[in-house]
């Protein structure tokens, strides 16, 4: 959805706007001609986050709710637009708060349980949280530098809206038992206990 909103936006807006320069907020901000298209992918994906997050009952309770923060965070950005041309304090205080959130959530949300999904699993949680955190610092070098923020923006930002994706899919494809603990038996095993 963020990707389609930002394609969809920087078409509108012409060959004025470079993609690998200027930031998916330029797209965001007042007066911009994907405004409405931009504000909308970024509404649509805080509420992603935020179902996603009330329903992924697999992971941890702190990476759910560093989840659904970060949500809430890109739902803020998306109400606070930036203005046509200079900063807004506003605008960038919310973007960077979701980005941390958006960051730390999959380290949070391990399952050190054997059993996990694999989206779950310590080792890749880690390695995500490790690479977007990479990637946004890099994001923060090139807007300071004056570079390739409109790169370093796309890349950290699609890899925090698709890591949920692959959470879920990875759940949906593990065999798992019926609601039950590490430490209390499944229904068919106690079934098969009572049966002998």
Same mark, same amino acid.
């Given at each position: 959805?963020?990707?389609?909103?930002?394609?969809?936006?920087?078409?509108?807006?012409?060959?004025?706007?470079?993609?690998?320069?200027?930031?998916?907020?330029?797209?965001?901000?007042?007066?911009?001609?994907?405004?409405?298209?931009?504000?909308?992918?970024?509404? $649509?994906?805080?509420?992603?986050?935020?179902?996603?997050?009330?329903?992924?009952?697999?992971?941890?309770?702190?990476?759910?709710?560093?989840?659904?923060?970060?949500?809430?965070?890109?739902?803020?950005?998306?109400?606070?637009? @930036?203005?046509?041309?200079?900063?807004?304090?506003?605008?960038?205080?919310?973007? $960077?708060?979701?980005? $941390?959130?958006?960051?730390?959530?999959?380290?949070?949300?391990?399952?050190?349980?054997?059993?996990? @999904?694999?989206?779950?699993?310590?080792?890749?949680?880690?390695?995500?949280?490790?690479?977007?955190?990479?990637?946004?610092?890099?994001?923060?070098?090139?807007? #300071?530098?004056?570079? $390739?923020?409109?790169?370093?923006?796309?890349?950290?930002?699609?890899?925090?809206?698709?890591?949920?994706?692959?959470?879920?899919?990875?759940?949906?494809? #593990?065999?798992?038992?019926?609601?039950?603990?590490?430490?209390?038996?499944?229904?068919?095993?106690?079934?098969?206990?009572?049966?002998?």
């Amino acid at each position: 959805m963020l990707i389609g909103g930002w394609t969809i936006a920087a078409l509108l807006e012409g060959p004025a706007y470079d993609p690998a320069t200027q930031t998916i907020s330029v797209l965001a901000a007042y007066g911009a001609a994907g405004f409405w298209v931009m504000t909308g992918a970024l509404a $649509a994906l805080g509420v992603c986050h935020m179902i996603t997050a009330l329903g992924l009952r697999p992971a941890a309770l702190p990476g759910r709710l560093a989840l659904g923060a970060g949500g809430a965070a890109a739902f803020v950005v998306a109400l606070l637009p @930036p203005p046509s041309s200079g900063g807004s304090l506003r605008h960038g205080s919310a973007a $960077a708060v979701g980005f $941390a959130l958006l960051a730390v959530w999959p380290v949070l949300a391990a399952d050190r349980r054997p059993a996990a @999904p694999w989206g779950l699993r310590p080792v890749p949680s880690l390695a995500a949280t490790a690479l977007m955190l990479v990637t946004a610092a890099w994001f923060m070098f090139e807007m #300071h530098q004056g570079g $390739a923020d409109g790169v370093a923006e796309r890349l950290v930002t699609a890899l925090q809206s698709l890591w949920p994706f692959v959470v879920v899919a990875s759940c949906l494809c #593990h065999p798992h038992p019926e609601n039950s603990s590490p430490q209390e038996p499944n229904r068919a095993e106690r079934r098969r206990g009572g049966a002998a």
